[in-house]
């Protein structure tokens, strides 16, 4: 599709005035916003197993969880938990939010449940659809997507066999694009539920994939033998132990004595 526009000719397209000699059209490429692939829509509809009377509740232990929770934010801002116990949900539910577990939380928190649902539909964390055992993320920001993101995106679909959005047939493996995971010195990454698996290779990703196939739980972080993220010469900063920094005296006066004047 293309735009035309008109530059230094005072004339409107289809006026029957003469058009200056000046008339300058330009042609330029449009181009659409790039699809997202989250695993979620910012849209809920109604399935079998996802609906208004779709049970749900937290079990005790995660109750008990939610209480721990709700116990570190002050009572008048018990809503600020609503992140880590939409969390809590999703993780007892299998990796994935569904209608009745987002009331739950509204309920628990006092909200309005479209609060809860605004925030579950904005973070890409949140899957509002089922997805499989694995959730495979591969990182393709600009850091990774230039140390051959793209070249483990499609290692990931060619031993799985599936697209990006979609879920293998035996429930196993969902597979997703991600932005960026913070992790850019070890590009290009990938993680598989909490786990991170850096400085990636497509060979390494039918050994990974397989391993979690066999129920095992890979060696996390880089996958080249780097020590976390130094660089190819190894550690060459803060060899020794750091000096800390000095202490004001009045924060180790018992408390029976009156603090000393900071100097």
Known sequence: MLIR????????LGSKQSAPR???????GYHATR??????LSTHFNTADNNESTP?????????????????????????????????????????????????????LSMPPIQVYE???????????????????????TPCMLRGAYDIVAACQTHLGISVGETTSDGQFTLGEVECAGCC?????????????????????????????????????????????????????LLGTPTPPPLRADFDAPASQPAAPAK
């Open 35 to 40: 699809p997202t692939f989250s695993s979620a």
């Open 22 to 28: 000046n008339l300058t059209v330009v042609h330029r």
């Open 185 to 237: 010195i070890n590009a290009p990454m990938m993680s598989v539920g909490d786990d991170y698996y850096e400085d990636l290779t497509p060979a390494d990703v039918p050994r990974l994939l397989d391993a979690f196939k066999r129920g095992e739980r890979p060696t996390r972080g880089p996958q080249n033998g780097r020590q976390t993220c130094a660089g190819p010469q190894g550690k060459t900063t």
């Open 119 to 141: 925030v579950a539909s904005f973070y890409t964390m949140f899957n509002r659809t089922p997805i499989g055992r694995h959730h495979v993320q591969v990182c393709t920001t």
């Open 56 to 108: 749900f509740d937290f079990t005790d232990e995660n109750m008990k969880e939610a209480k721990k929770i709700l116990a570190k934010y002050p009572a008048n801002y018990q809503r600020s938990a609503v992140i880590p116990l939409l969390d809590l949900a999703q993780r007892q539910n299998g990796g994935w939010l569904p209608l009745s577990a987002m009331q739950k939380v509204a309920k628990i």
């Open 5 to 12: 526009r008109v530059l230094n000719c005072g004339v409107a």
